[in-house]
């Protein structure tokens, strides 16, 4: 066999066709863009606009009811007034105990929306189209965090603002009512900032190690369940035991800690039901920790998950 003969035959056989396709010849924003871009996408999916009817249910409904009572108050502020005013006991919503009373309704969010911004890639495998462009795995990881972050702490605010409008209409000077209210309201602001990074990275952390949503929301409805429970029950057991370091085991509970947090935002004391051992600060920084913690599970879980 001559060498022009064994080029041939060691040579790929293939021809190349141009279907016509046009090259993209505008400029190329890079990685920030990307990563931008998958947030404000992802902002949207929470919410379920550019979906169907149905996706925008949940979302639009559970936000709706924690903030139902905040607007009622609003809409009933001159009656409040009237009867204020009278000297009649009224009993309003606060902007430092508003998220205590209907947390579970925020939890019922998380349950509802993070398994939508997580799952879905996972489960039709297109996580291989993200990470072979400019965004990266941590990117990607962050970005859902963000647009979860963001949308629970707009559902957070909104009642907030709410209040804070009907507090001062029950005033009769209302220049002056929006002076005194203003520094009773702005503690919301962080508070609902932590809280809002809390339970977004725990929820979307957790969700991320199922494809399926029953799954992820199985799942999350059982560790704030059992991480609200268990804590409480052993501390509750071993406080007659006299067990002195029990009352640590009150910062693992998600929704008890960010309350605990929220009081220390308002310069609020703790109530009797909060070991006496631990003041406000320890729930700040244990929900820090919390954030931080189920932040690194996340980006941990993106780095090795298949792609």
Not at 43 to 69: D, N
Not at 123 to 136: D, E, P
Request: proline share 5%.
């Amino acid at each position: 066999m001559s060498a022009g003969n064994r080029l041939t035959a060691s040579s790929p056989a293939g021809s190349i066709y141009d279907l016509g396709y046009r090259h993209y010849e505008g400029k190329r924003h890079g990685r920030w863009y990307a990563a931008w871009s998958l947030y404000v996408e992802s902002l949207r999916g929470v919410w379920g606009f550019g979906r169907p009817m149905s996706a925008k249910a949940a979302p639009f409904i559970l936000a709706g009811l924690y903030s139902f009572f905040a607007f009622l108050q609003l809409a009933f502020s001159s009656t409040l007034a009237s009867e204020i005013s009278s000297g009649q006991q009224v009993q309003l919503f606060a902007y430092d105990s508003y998220f205590t009373t209907f947390s579970l309704l925020l939890v019922l969010f998380c349950v509802a929306q993070a398994p939508e911004v997580v799952c879905r890639d996972q489960r039709y495998q297109v996580l291989s189209l993200y990470f072979t462009r400019a965004i990266g795995r941590a990117d990607y990881a962050l970005a859902r965090v963000a647009s979860l972050s963001t949308a629970l702490f707009l559902a957070l605010i909104v009642p907030m603002i709410a209040l804070f409008v009907g507090d001062v209409l029950m005033k009769p000077d209302t220049i002056s009512a929006i002076g005194d209210e203003l520094p009773k309201a702005l503690p919301a602001i962080p508070a609902d900032l932590l809280i809002a990074a809390s339970m977004a990275s725990i929820s979307l952390a957790l969700s991320s190690y199922s494809p399926r949503r029953a799954y992820s929301a199985i799942g999350l409805i059982a560790y704030f369940l059992l991480m609200e429970a268990v804590p409480a029950i052993i501390y509750a057991v071993a406080n007659h035991g006299g067990w002195s370091s029990a009352d640590k085991l009150v910062l693992l509970t998600p929704i008890t800690s960010l309350t605990g947090a929220t009081d220390w935002f308002f310069g609020k004391a703790l109530t009797s039901d909060y070991p006496a051992t631990l003041g406000p600060a320890a729930y700040v920084l244990a929900c820090l920790v919390s954030v931080g913690v189920f932040s690194a599970i996340l980006l941990f879980r993106y780095r090795r998950i298949a792609a």
